[in-house]
Nanobody, 125 residues
Framework: VQLQAYGGGLVQPGGSLKLSCLAS?????????IGWFRQAPGKEREGVSC????????YYPDSVKGRFTVSRDNAKNTVYLQMNSLKPEDTAVYYC??????????????????WGQGTLVTVSS
């Protein structure tokens, strides 16, 4: 399984940005979850969203709920993270990750098997 995250950049507070995660290597019929995580300088990596291929269920922590939306385009093997109303504290390197064979929505870094490279999101005026 390979993951490639892209779409980061510089955005002003209150602005929006859409990240993409191109996933490959899954076998047809696999149940898997794609998660989005972020890591700010000096802080631990934290989950900001995930989406299940099994039933489309999603997860958001309170810190991003109502501002971030995860979605998927199966035809393009891509999962998106739409980020609105961005705040300076959203500044971080964002990663997508995957775990196979689950039907829940895991939220811990340690539950994910595969990781893509990060993409930097900077929220600043």
């Amino acid at each position: 399984v390979q993951l490639q995250a892209y779409g980061g950049g510089l955005v002003q507070p209150g602005g929006s940005l859409k990240l993409s995660c191109l996933a490959s290597g899954f076998v047809a019929g696999d149940s898997y979850v794609i998660g989005w995580f972020r890591q700010a300088p000096g802080k631990e990596r934290e989950g900001v969203s995930c989406i299940s291929s099994y039933d489309g269920s999603t997860y958001y922590p309170d810190s991003v709920k109502g501002r971030f939306t995860v979605s998927r385009d199966n035809a393009k093997n891509t999962v998106y993270l739409q980020m609105n109303s961005l705040k300076p504290e959203d500044t971080a390197v964002y990663y997508c990750a995957a775990v196979r064979g689950v039907t829940t929505t895991p939220t811990s870094v340690h539950e994910y098997e595969y990781w893509g490279q990060g993409t930097l999101v900077t929220v600043s005026s």
